[in-house]
């Protein structure tokens, strides 16, 4: 990163921006940033994934998961391995790269099942990048073993985990978690969980969900966080905020969530003030094909993964159906820009010039 201390962003320009700034400055603002990481001609990259959910019984009980069950519920389920093949077969046949493991907190399920699920998927399928567990979800094993931190992310490490997805953020204020997920692992927890990632060589996201209780300072706050972690370690790859989606929720009747402009001015002042992290994805599965598209000329240079599976925001009434590589293509040609799939350390794998 060639950006000095001296001319960094501060919390109070980066808090004036969001709240006062004109919305087409801004994306000016942020692509001048995408600049200093990715050339014009660069491609706009997207990865081929899956998204398996192995359990949704969960008793962290976040006010705004629609995705959540206990496990009397009739339709609780906790997945086998032999029911997740299938999934990741078609993942593998699909050129799919990225295998993206995530559930719920589940107390039932022991430290093995984590261990012997993952060891199993790396022996049958070696190339595969499996990009698993939460910082929750490792806060939770933690907790299940009574082993430190480090100890419990090496185990998981050893058996062929690859790296961690960013997930659980929510925001990064522990006002905001207090209110919307007072179970959950606290602000600091979730840093101190890819701090640890980081420190023994693995790599992670960061992520925001925002619009549910949190304010503009919340959202401030939360980037600085990350961008405080990413100074220390490098440990980030990318950085992906999305909106909060309140159908089927204990949050559907809030008066107010964000709308596109708020997603526009978020995801430009992420890339402003994260100037420490290369990547920025714009969401389509949370804000559509359109504002997806729109968010590339907002600071974003990726647009993410086609998903062949979502399970958690479509039972917040989200309709994210399977998308296609040729439609992510023809998405990013019709902004003046080459595609390419990528894998999910940012590498290229194809590219797809414009005619």
């Known amino acids: 990163m060639t950006t000095t201390l001296a001319t960094r962003i501060s919390p109070d320009e980066a808090l004036t921006l969001l709240v006062e700034e004109d919305l087409l400055a801004l994306g000016i603002r942020a692509n001048e940033v995408k600049g200093r990481f990715h050339a014009s001609s660069d491609p706009v990259t997207f990865v081929i994934d899956r998204n398996v959910n192995y359990t949704n019984i969960c008793n962290v009980d976040c006010m705004f998961c629609a995705f959540y069950r206990h496990k009397e519920d009739e339709d609780?389920?906790?997945?086998?391995?032999?029911?997740?093949?299938?999934?990741?077969?078609?993942?593998?046949?699909?050129?799919?790269?990225?295998?993206?493991?995530?559930?719920?907190?589940?107390?039932?399920?022991?430290?093995?099942?984590?261990?012997?699920?993952?060891?199993?998927?790396?022996?049958?399928?070696?190339?595969?990048?499996?990009?698993?567990?939460?910082?929750?979800?490792?806060?939770?094993m933690v907790t299940l073993t009574g082993w430190p931190l480090k100890t419990v992310l090496e185990k998981l490490r050893d058996a062929g985990m690859s790296?961690?997805?960013?997930?659980?953020?929510?925001?990064?204020?522990?006002?905001?978690?207090?209110?919307?997920?007072?179970?959950?692992?606290?602000?600091?927890?979730?840093?101190?969980?890819?701090?640890?990632?980081?420190?023994?060589?693995?790599?992670?996201?960061?992520?925001?969900?925002?619009?549910?209780?949190?304010?503009?300072?919340?959202?401030?706050?939360?980037?600085?966080?990350?961008?405080?972690?990413?100074d220390r370690t490098g440990g980030f790859t990318a950085f992906i905020p999305w909106t909060f989606q309140p159908m089927n929720t204990k949050l559907e009747k809030l008066p107010k969530?964000?709308?596109?402009?708020?997603?526009?001015?978020?995801?430009?002042?992420?890339?402003?003030?994260?100037?420490?992290?290369?990547?920025?994805?714009?969401?389509?599965?949370?804000?559509?094909?359109?504002?997806?598209?729109?968010?590339?000329?907002?600071?974003?240079?990726?647009?993410?993964g086609l998903l062949?599976?979502?399970?958690?925001?479509?039972?917040?009434?989200?309709?994210?159906?399977?998308?296609s590589a040729q439609t992510m293509i023809n998405l990013i040609h019709n902004t003046g820009r080459d595609a390419a799939q990528r894998d999910t350390a940012y590498q290229i794998l194809k590219r797809y010039p414009r005619n």
């Open 76 to 140: 609780a389920y906790t997945l086998t391995y032999e029911q997740i093949k299938p999934k990741i077969q078609e993942l593998v046949e699909a050129e799919g790269t990225q295998l993206l493991l995530q559930g719920g907190v589940n107390p039932d399920l022991p430290f093995d099942y984590y261990t012997d699920l993952i060891g199993a998927i790396r022996k049958d399928y070696p190339e595969l990048t499996i990009h698993a567990f939460s910082p929750t979800e490792i806060d939770f």
């Open 163 to 230: 790296s961690l997805p960013g997930g659980g953020a929510e925001v990064l204020d522990d006002w905001v978690r207090h209110k919307v997920s007072p179970k959950k692992v606290d602000s600091l927890g979730w840093l101190q969980v890819m701090e640890a990632a980081h420190d023994i060589g693995m790599r992670t996201t960061a992520t925001m969900m925002f619009g549910m209780v949190d304010r503009p300072e919340h959202i401030i706050n939360h980037l600085f966080k990350v961008r405080e972690l990413q």
């Open 257 to 304: 969530t964000a709308t596109g402009v708020d997603y526009l001015k978020v995801l430009a002042v992420s890339r402003i003030v994260l100037d420490n992290i290369v990547n920025v994805q714009s969401s389509w599965i949370t804000q559509g094909l359109k504002l997806c598209q729109t968010g590339l000329y907002f600071g974003a240079n990726d647009v993410g």
């Open 308 to 323: 062949l599976e979502e399970n958690v925001v479509t039972q917040a009434g989200v309709t994210a159906e399977t998308q």
